[in-house]
């Protein structure tokens, strides 16, 4: 069978829902977009871990201290997982790193926005693992077996990092007035960002239509971030805290919640590396891979003296 | 990059993980070790925190020895061709009912 | 001074500082999997401390909990013993400090799951099963430090000569420990000693490591609230959000 009938073959595995698993012939443009998209999703978790753990140790209970340590854990959990999955494909997960701290690899450009309060802990929680949970929901169903397995893992996990970050919120909504403003000050900061979250609109998103064609992504970025608009914005209304934007309305036609315009400037600007903590980001990444070198190197070399 | 090896995140091992005592033990996923030992105790961490565990295995991802799409069909039998080897493909007098009487 | 709740606030500062101090490693940690598991000890830690310092609260019957305990109280107010607040240092520091602690924590927490006190050895019990993990883990990066590679092994040795003077505040007994092991509530810490003693030197010798010399002037007074300067700078972080927010709630 030459490629172009292994191409028909491949696109009608997919069209019957079938999942491809890592052995399977694919074409290489699918492996490629696979090993891009599944490696980005990992380092998001893994760089992900910075924001919050920023303010871990400055956690006003001991409750609230454990819930943001486990659910860092959890984030780095989930970047293994996800490396785990890229690893299926043949990259390696020295080859991943390597590409992310070179600056050749992507993460998710929310993570170079600055955690200034307690508060955007929970608008941290709420809004960003909120949009990331129906990302993640929708990538269950994927068609490479490796990434919705390790989406179905995750998904569990991530519920509670939601609530707890809505939880977080509702508590500082109905507090002091300080503790009010502070929640307000974070939603104020975080909500356009995590809009920018899902990806430009669906008409200049470049491989949209061949990641739908391939089962890869089920819904389009637009139709994710409007979900989540309709999701969020009554949850905002719930506690007491005001979306910031101006023109939101609720259209009685679609039952859509519209928003204003979203500043795609603004997004352009963060991804190629305006934003306020981009250096600082990959810098803390450098840091613990150069100082943890002599750490990995010493158990390698101790499990080669004592091999069996 | 210099020429000097390329930084080591340890060798690749599978997980397979046991929820209740009579369960199989089933594929969980991977992870970087660099020894056995290590690699329990990982196990442990990443795939038994939330529990139910009660047994872990993990085996060097170098060890599995797997099919391949290519072996099927040849290798791995498709369909129920060899219906003899099923159940229902039997009829006659239902087994018998135990009537031993309750004590 | 009520014994008992001094007993309790020492077990649970131990733990609040050194499971503050791992807290610190996450997203930091020189492998992803080491992230992972330096925050499930983290979690265990802070855990037990919120359990020991909520019993501290109780017997002592003037309305606080275990955050007021943690987050009200100044250095001269905290019991733990000084190991626990060196900072984290190198891997190697972090790893050292953690099993020199936990291998004498183990031994008191066995003993405690036998008090003449139920709530203090249900919780002591639990910890226990915990921190058998923790030196399972501690042990094995400990042997794999210092019989690793040459640089492993300097720095595995330099952590060791340097949180050496700290130990034997670990199995230190003074006058409340008296009182509690007359009401079979406390551990018997000279029981302990040449047992932890003996376990660590066939570990340093495992790890191919130098036993340090006993220090003439061993570290002492974490228990009556004198501590190294490192524990306010670690309070002032730890607790600056509550204190900005007195009477609220999060």
């Known amino acids: ?308 | 990059m210099s020429a000097e090896q390329p930084d080591s995140q340890w060798p690749l091992w599978e997980v397979f993980v046991q929820e209740k005592t009579g369960d199989p033990h089933e594929h969980a996923g991977s992870l970087h070790a660099p020894d056995g030992e290590l690699a329990l105790q990982a196990a442990r961490d990443v795939y038994a925190r939330r529990g139910p565990v009660v047994s872990l295995w993990v085996v060097e991802s170098e060890h599995i020895v797997s099919t391949t799409p290519a072996d099927s069909p040849s290798f791995l039998e498709p369909g129920p061709e060899k219906i003899y080897r099923h159940p229902r493909f039997y009829t006659g007098p239902r087994s018998t009912k135990n009537t031993a009487r309750k004590k | 001074m009520n014994a008992l709740v001094e007993y309790l606030l020492r077990l649970g500062d131990d733990r609040l500082v050194l499971g503050h101090r791992l807290s610190e490693w996450c997203g930091h940690a020189p492998i992803l999997e080491e992230d992972i598991a330096l925050s499930n000890i983290g979690l265990d830690l802070l855990g037990q401390a919120a359990g020991f310092l909520g019993l501290a609260g109780e017997v002592e019957g003037l309305g606080r909990d275990a955050d007021a305990l943690a987050f009200g109280r100044g250095a001269t107010e905290l019991r733990n013993v000084q190991l626990v607040e060196q900072p984290n240092g190198d891997f190697a520091h972090t790893i050292a400090r953690q099993v020199l602690f936990d291998t004498a924590s183990l031994a008191v927490l066995e003993q405690l799951a036998g008090a003449k006190h139920a709530k203090l050895a249900e919780l002591a019990a639990h910890a226990a099963k915990e921190t058998r993990y923790h030196v399972r883990h501690g042990r094995d990066w400990f042997v794999r430090l210092g019989d690793g590679s040459a640089e492993s092994h300097t720095r595995t040795q330099r952590a060791l000569d340097s949180l050496w003077i700290f130990t034997p505040e670990l199995l230190e007994a003074d006058a409340v420990d008296a009182e509690l092991g007359r009401a079979g509530i406390g551990a018997d810490l000279a029981s302990v000693r040449a047992g932890w003693r003996r376990e660590i030197s066939a570990l340093i010798e495992q790890a191919t490591l130098r036993q340090p010399e006993d220090p003439p002037y061993p570290a002492t007074g974490g228990r009556r609230g004198v501590h190294t300067e490192h524990l306010d700078h670690l309070l002032s972080n730890m607790q600056c959000v509550a204190r900005a927010h007195p009477e609220a709630r999060w």
């Not at chain 1, 043949?90 to 050749?104: C, F, K, T």
């Not at chain 1, 500043?263 to 990444?285: H, I, K, P, Q, S």
């Open chain 1, 1 to 308: 069978m030459d490629d172009a009938g292994r191409e028909e073959r491949f696109q009608a595995r997919i069209d019957a829902g079938e999942r491809i698993e890592p052995k399977d012939w694919m074409p290489d443009a699918y492996r490629r977009q696979l090993v891009r998209m599944m490696s980005q999703h990992a380092h998001s978790e893994v760089v992900g871990m910075l924001p919050e753990g920023n303010w871990i140790t400055r956690a006003p209970s001991l409750r609230r201290k454990q819930i943001l340590l486990a659910k860092v854990q959890d984030e780095a959990g989930h970047g293994l997982y996800l490396y785990s999955a890229v690893e299926t494909l043949g990259v390696s997960r020295e080859e991943l790193i390597d590409e992310l701290l070179a600056g050749r690899a992507k993460y998710s450009s929310i993570f170079n926005y600055p955690t200034l309060s307690w508060a955007d802990m929970g608008a941290i929680g709420w809004l960003v693992d909120g949009a990331a949970i129906l990302n993640q929901t929708m990538l269950t169903k994927c068609s490479y077996g490796p990434y919705a397995r390790a989406m179905v893992r995750i998904c569990k996990e991530e519920r509670f990092h939601e609530k707890q970050g809505f939880e977080i919120m509702a508590v500082l909504a109905a507090g002091t007035p300080a503790q009010r403003a502070m929640a307000q000050s974070a939603l104020d900061r975080w909500w356009w960002p995590t809009l920018m979250m899902f990806g430009p609109p669906d008409g200049e998103s470049t491989h949209n239509d061949q990641l739908m064609r391939w089962r890869v992504k089920q819904k389009s970025n637009d139709e994710l971030r409007q979900w989540f608009v309709d999701l969020t914005v009554p949850q905002a209304q719930q506690i007491g805290l005001a979306i910031p934007d101006p023109e939101l309305r609720f259209d009685e036609a679609s039952g859509h919640w519209l928003t204003g315009p979203i500043d795609w400037d603004e997004f352009w600007r963060v991804v190629r590396g305006g934003g306020t903590c981009n250096r600082d980001r990959l810098e803390a990444r450098q840091r613990a891979h150069d100082d943890g070198r002599w750490v990995r190197e010493a158990a390698e070399a101790y499990a080669k003296k004592h091999r069996t």
